[in-house]
Each structure stands twice: as C-alpha cells, then as structure tokens.
C-alpha cells in the first residue's frame, strides 16, 4: 500500500472551511484514498473514501486531483467538535487483509 | 448501540501480570482487527480475524501475545507477563468482508498501563 504524507497540524476558525492535505504520490490505479478521524481517547472513525472522483458525504468532501498524487479533506463549515487528529490512508479495496496502515496524521485544531 | 464494544476501558496492571481484552464487533461483520496505539502514533495493526480463523499476525505480536475468536464472534487479546512497553491503547475494529473490503469501524479502545 501507497505512503501518504499530511502536515503535522493545523488550524482552523469555528465555522469556516478545513481543507487538510494529503500527498500520495506513489498511489496505483487500483488504490483507494480513505480518511478516518480520531478524537481524543477515541477510537479511529471511519469519515470517506475515494478512487478519482470526488466525493461528498454528510461529513466531509474528498477532492482528489487528476493525476491522483493528492487529495483534500474539506470539513465544509468546522465546529470545535472536529478537532482531532485526521488520518490519510491509501488502499486497495480488494485487500487481503483489510488492514490500514496508519501514518502520524494531521492534527486538526478548531479555534473559537 | 450496535457498534464495536471493548471492555475494559481502562485498565492498570502490575509488571509480570497477564491481562486480558475483550471485543465485541458489530454483528454480522466477520472480520476482526486489533491494533495498538501509542502516545502521538497512529494505530498499529497487530492481527486480524475472518471468522474464527486467524489470518495475519503483525511482527509486533511477540509471543506473550495471543488472541482468539472462538465461533467468530467476540475476540480476546491477552497478554502474558506485562512488561511497561506494553503500556498502550489496544483496539478493536471490524468489517464486512464481501466482494469488497468495507470501511472497519472501531472500538473505544482499552488503555492499559503498566506499572
């Protein structure tokens, strides 16, 4: 599975737009981007997928670029409730296993 | 709730003490993950389950480490002869294996200290 790389952290104002990036520049045609969140002293929760096309959900919208080395998480409208740390992961769907393979992480701070 | 139950949420042992986890998955999903996370890392994948059958074991598993499923429900991670490294937060995830890998949904995960 493809390595992704996310800055360390960022910050954000309650109610604007987050857009956290993720490079990927490794990533195969059969490789899916996912993102997952953790908030504190939680365990990972699952926020969206996608191959190439963009992608919105209730939570968040996946923008993933043509040549699919990167790809943004944008949290629409941020609330403090967001603050957590935001994981990019790279797959196939058709694993094995199913495992993910967690890297370090964008550490997201919501600010009032 | 139907989601990923773990149990204990916390626990301390003293060094050289076995300590068992449980995990509870969503029922129909017939995979089963454990991870363990430590301070500012991402989860690391230690093994994982389709069904009662253990499929994967990570390099990270030594050997006081064992985990079973018996009838592919619930699952237990046990840890034998504690040492503080151990001290960590264990999770649990499962998902639905079809065609396709589904998204895995996790536990709260059990933190365990070490003493």
């Known amino acids: 599975d493809a390595k992704t790389t996310q800055p360390p952290s960022m910050d954000c104002a309650e109610g604007r737009a987050a857009n956290l990036p993720c490079n990927h520049s490794?990533?195969?045609?059969?490789?899916?981007v996912y993102w997952y969140r953790q908030i504190h002293s939680q365990g990972p929760q699952y926020i969206i997928h996608?191959?190439?096309n963009n992608e919105t959900n209730e939570m968040a919208s996946l923008i993933i670029t043509e040549d699919r080395k990167s790809s943004t998480l944008i949290l629409p409208h941020a609330t403090l409730r967001d603050t957590a740390v935001y994981y990019c992961?790279?797959?196939?769907?058709?694993?094995?296993?199913?495992?993910?393979?967690f890297g370090q992480g964008t550490t997201l701070q919501v600010k009032p | 709730d139907t989601g990923v139950s773990q149990n204990p949420r916390h626990k301390i042992t003293k060094r050289g003490q076995n300590v068992t986890f449980r995990c509870d998955p969503i029922?129909?999903?017939?995979?089963l993950y454990w991870y363990r996370q430590t301070l500012g890392q991402g989860p690391e994948f230690l093994t994982y389950?389709?069904?009662?059958?253990?499929?994967?074991k990570s390099r990270l598993l030594s050997d006081r480490f064992s985990a079973e499923r018996p009838k592919g429900s619930f699952s237990t991670l046990e840890i034998q002869r504690t040492e503080q490294g151990d001290s960590a937060m264990y999770l649990c995830?499962?998902?639905?294996?079809?065609?396709?890998?589904?998204?895995?949904?996790f536990g709260q995960g059990t933190r365990l200290t070490v003493v």
């Open positions: 995830a499962s998902s639905l294996e079809a065609l396709m890998n589904t998204e895995a949904f």
């Open positions: 490794t990533i195969s045609g059969n490789e899916y």
């Open positions: 996608g191959l190439k």
């Open positions: 992961i790279v797959r196939t769907r058709s694993s094995n296993t199913g495992k993910l393979i």
């Open positions: 029922s129909e999903h017939n995979r």
């Open positions: 389950f389709q069904n009662e059958a253990q499929l994967e």
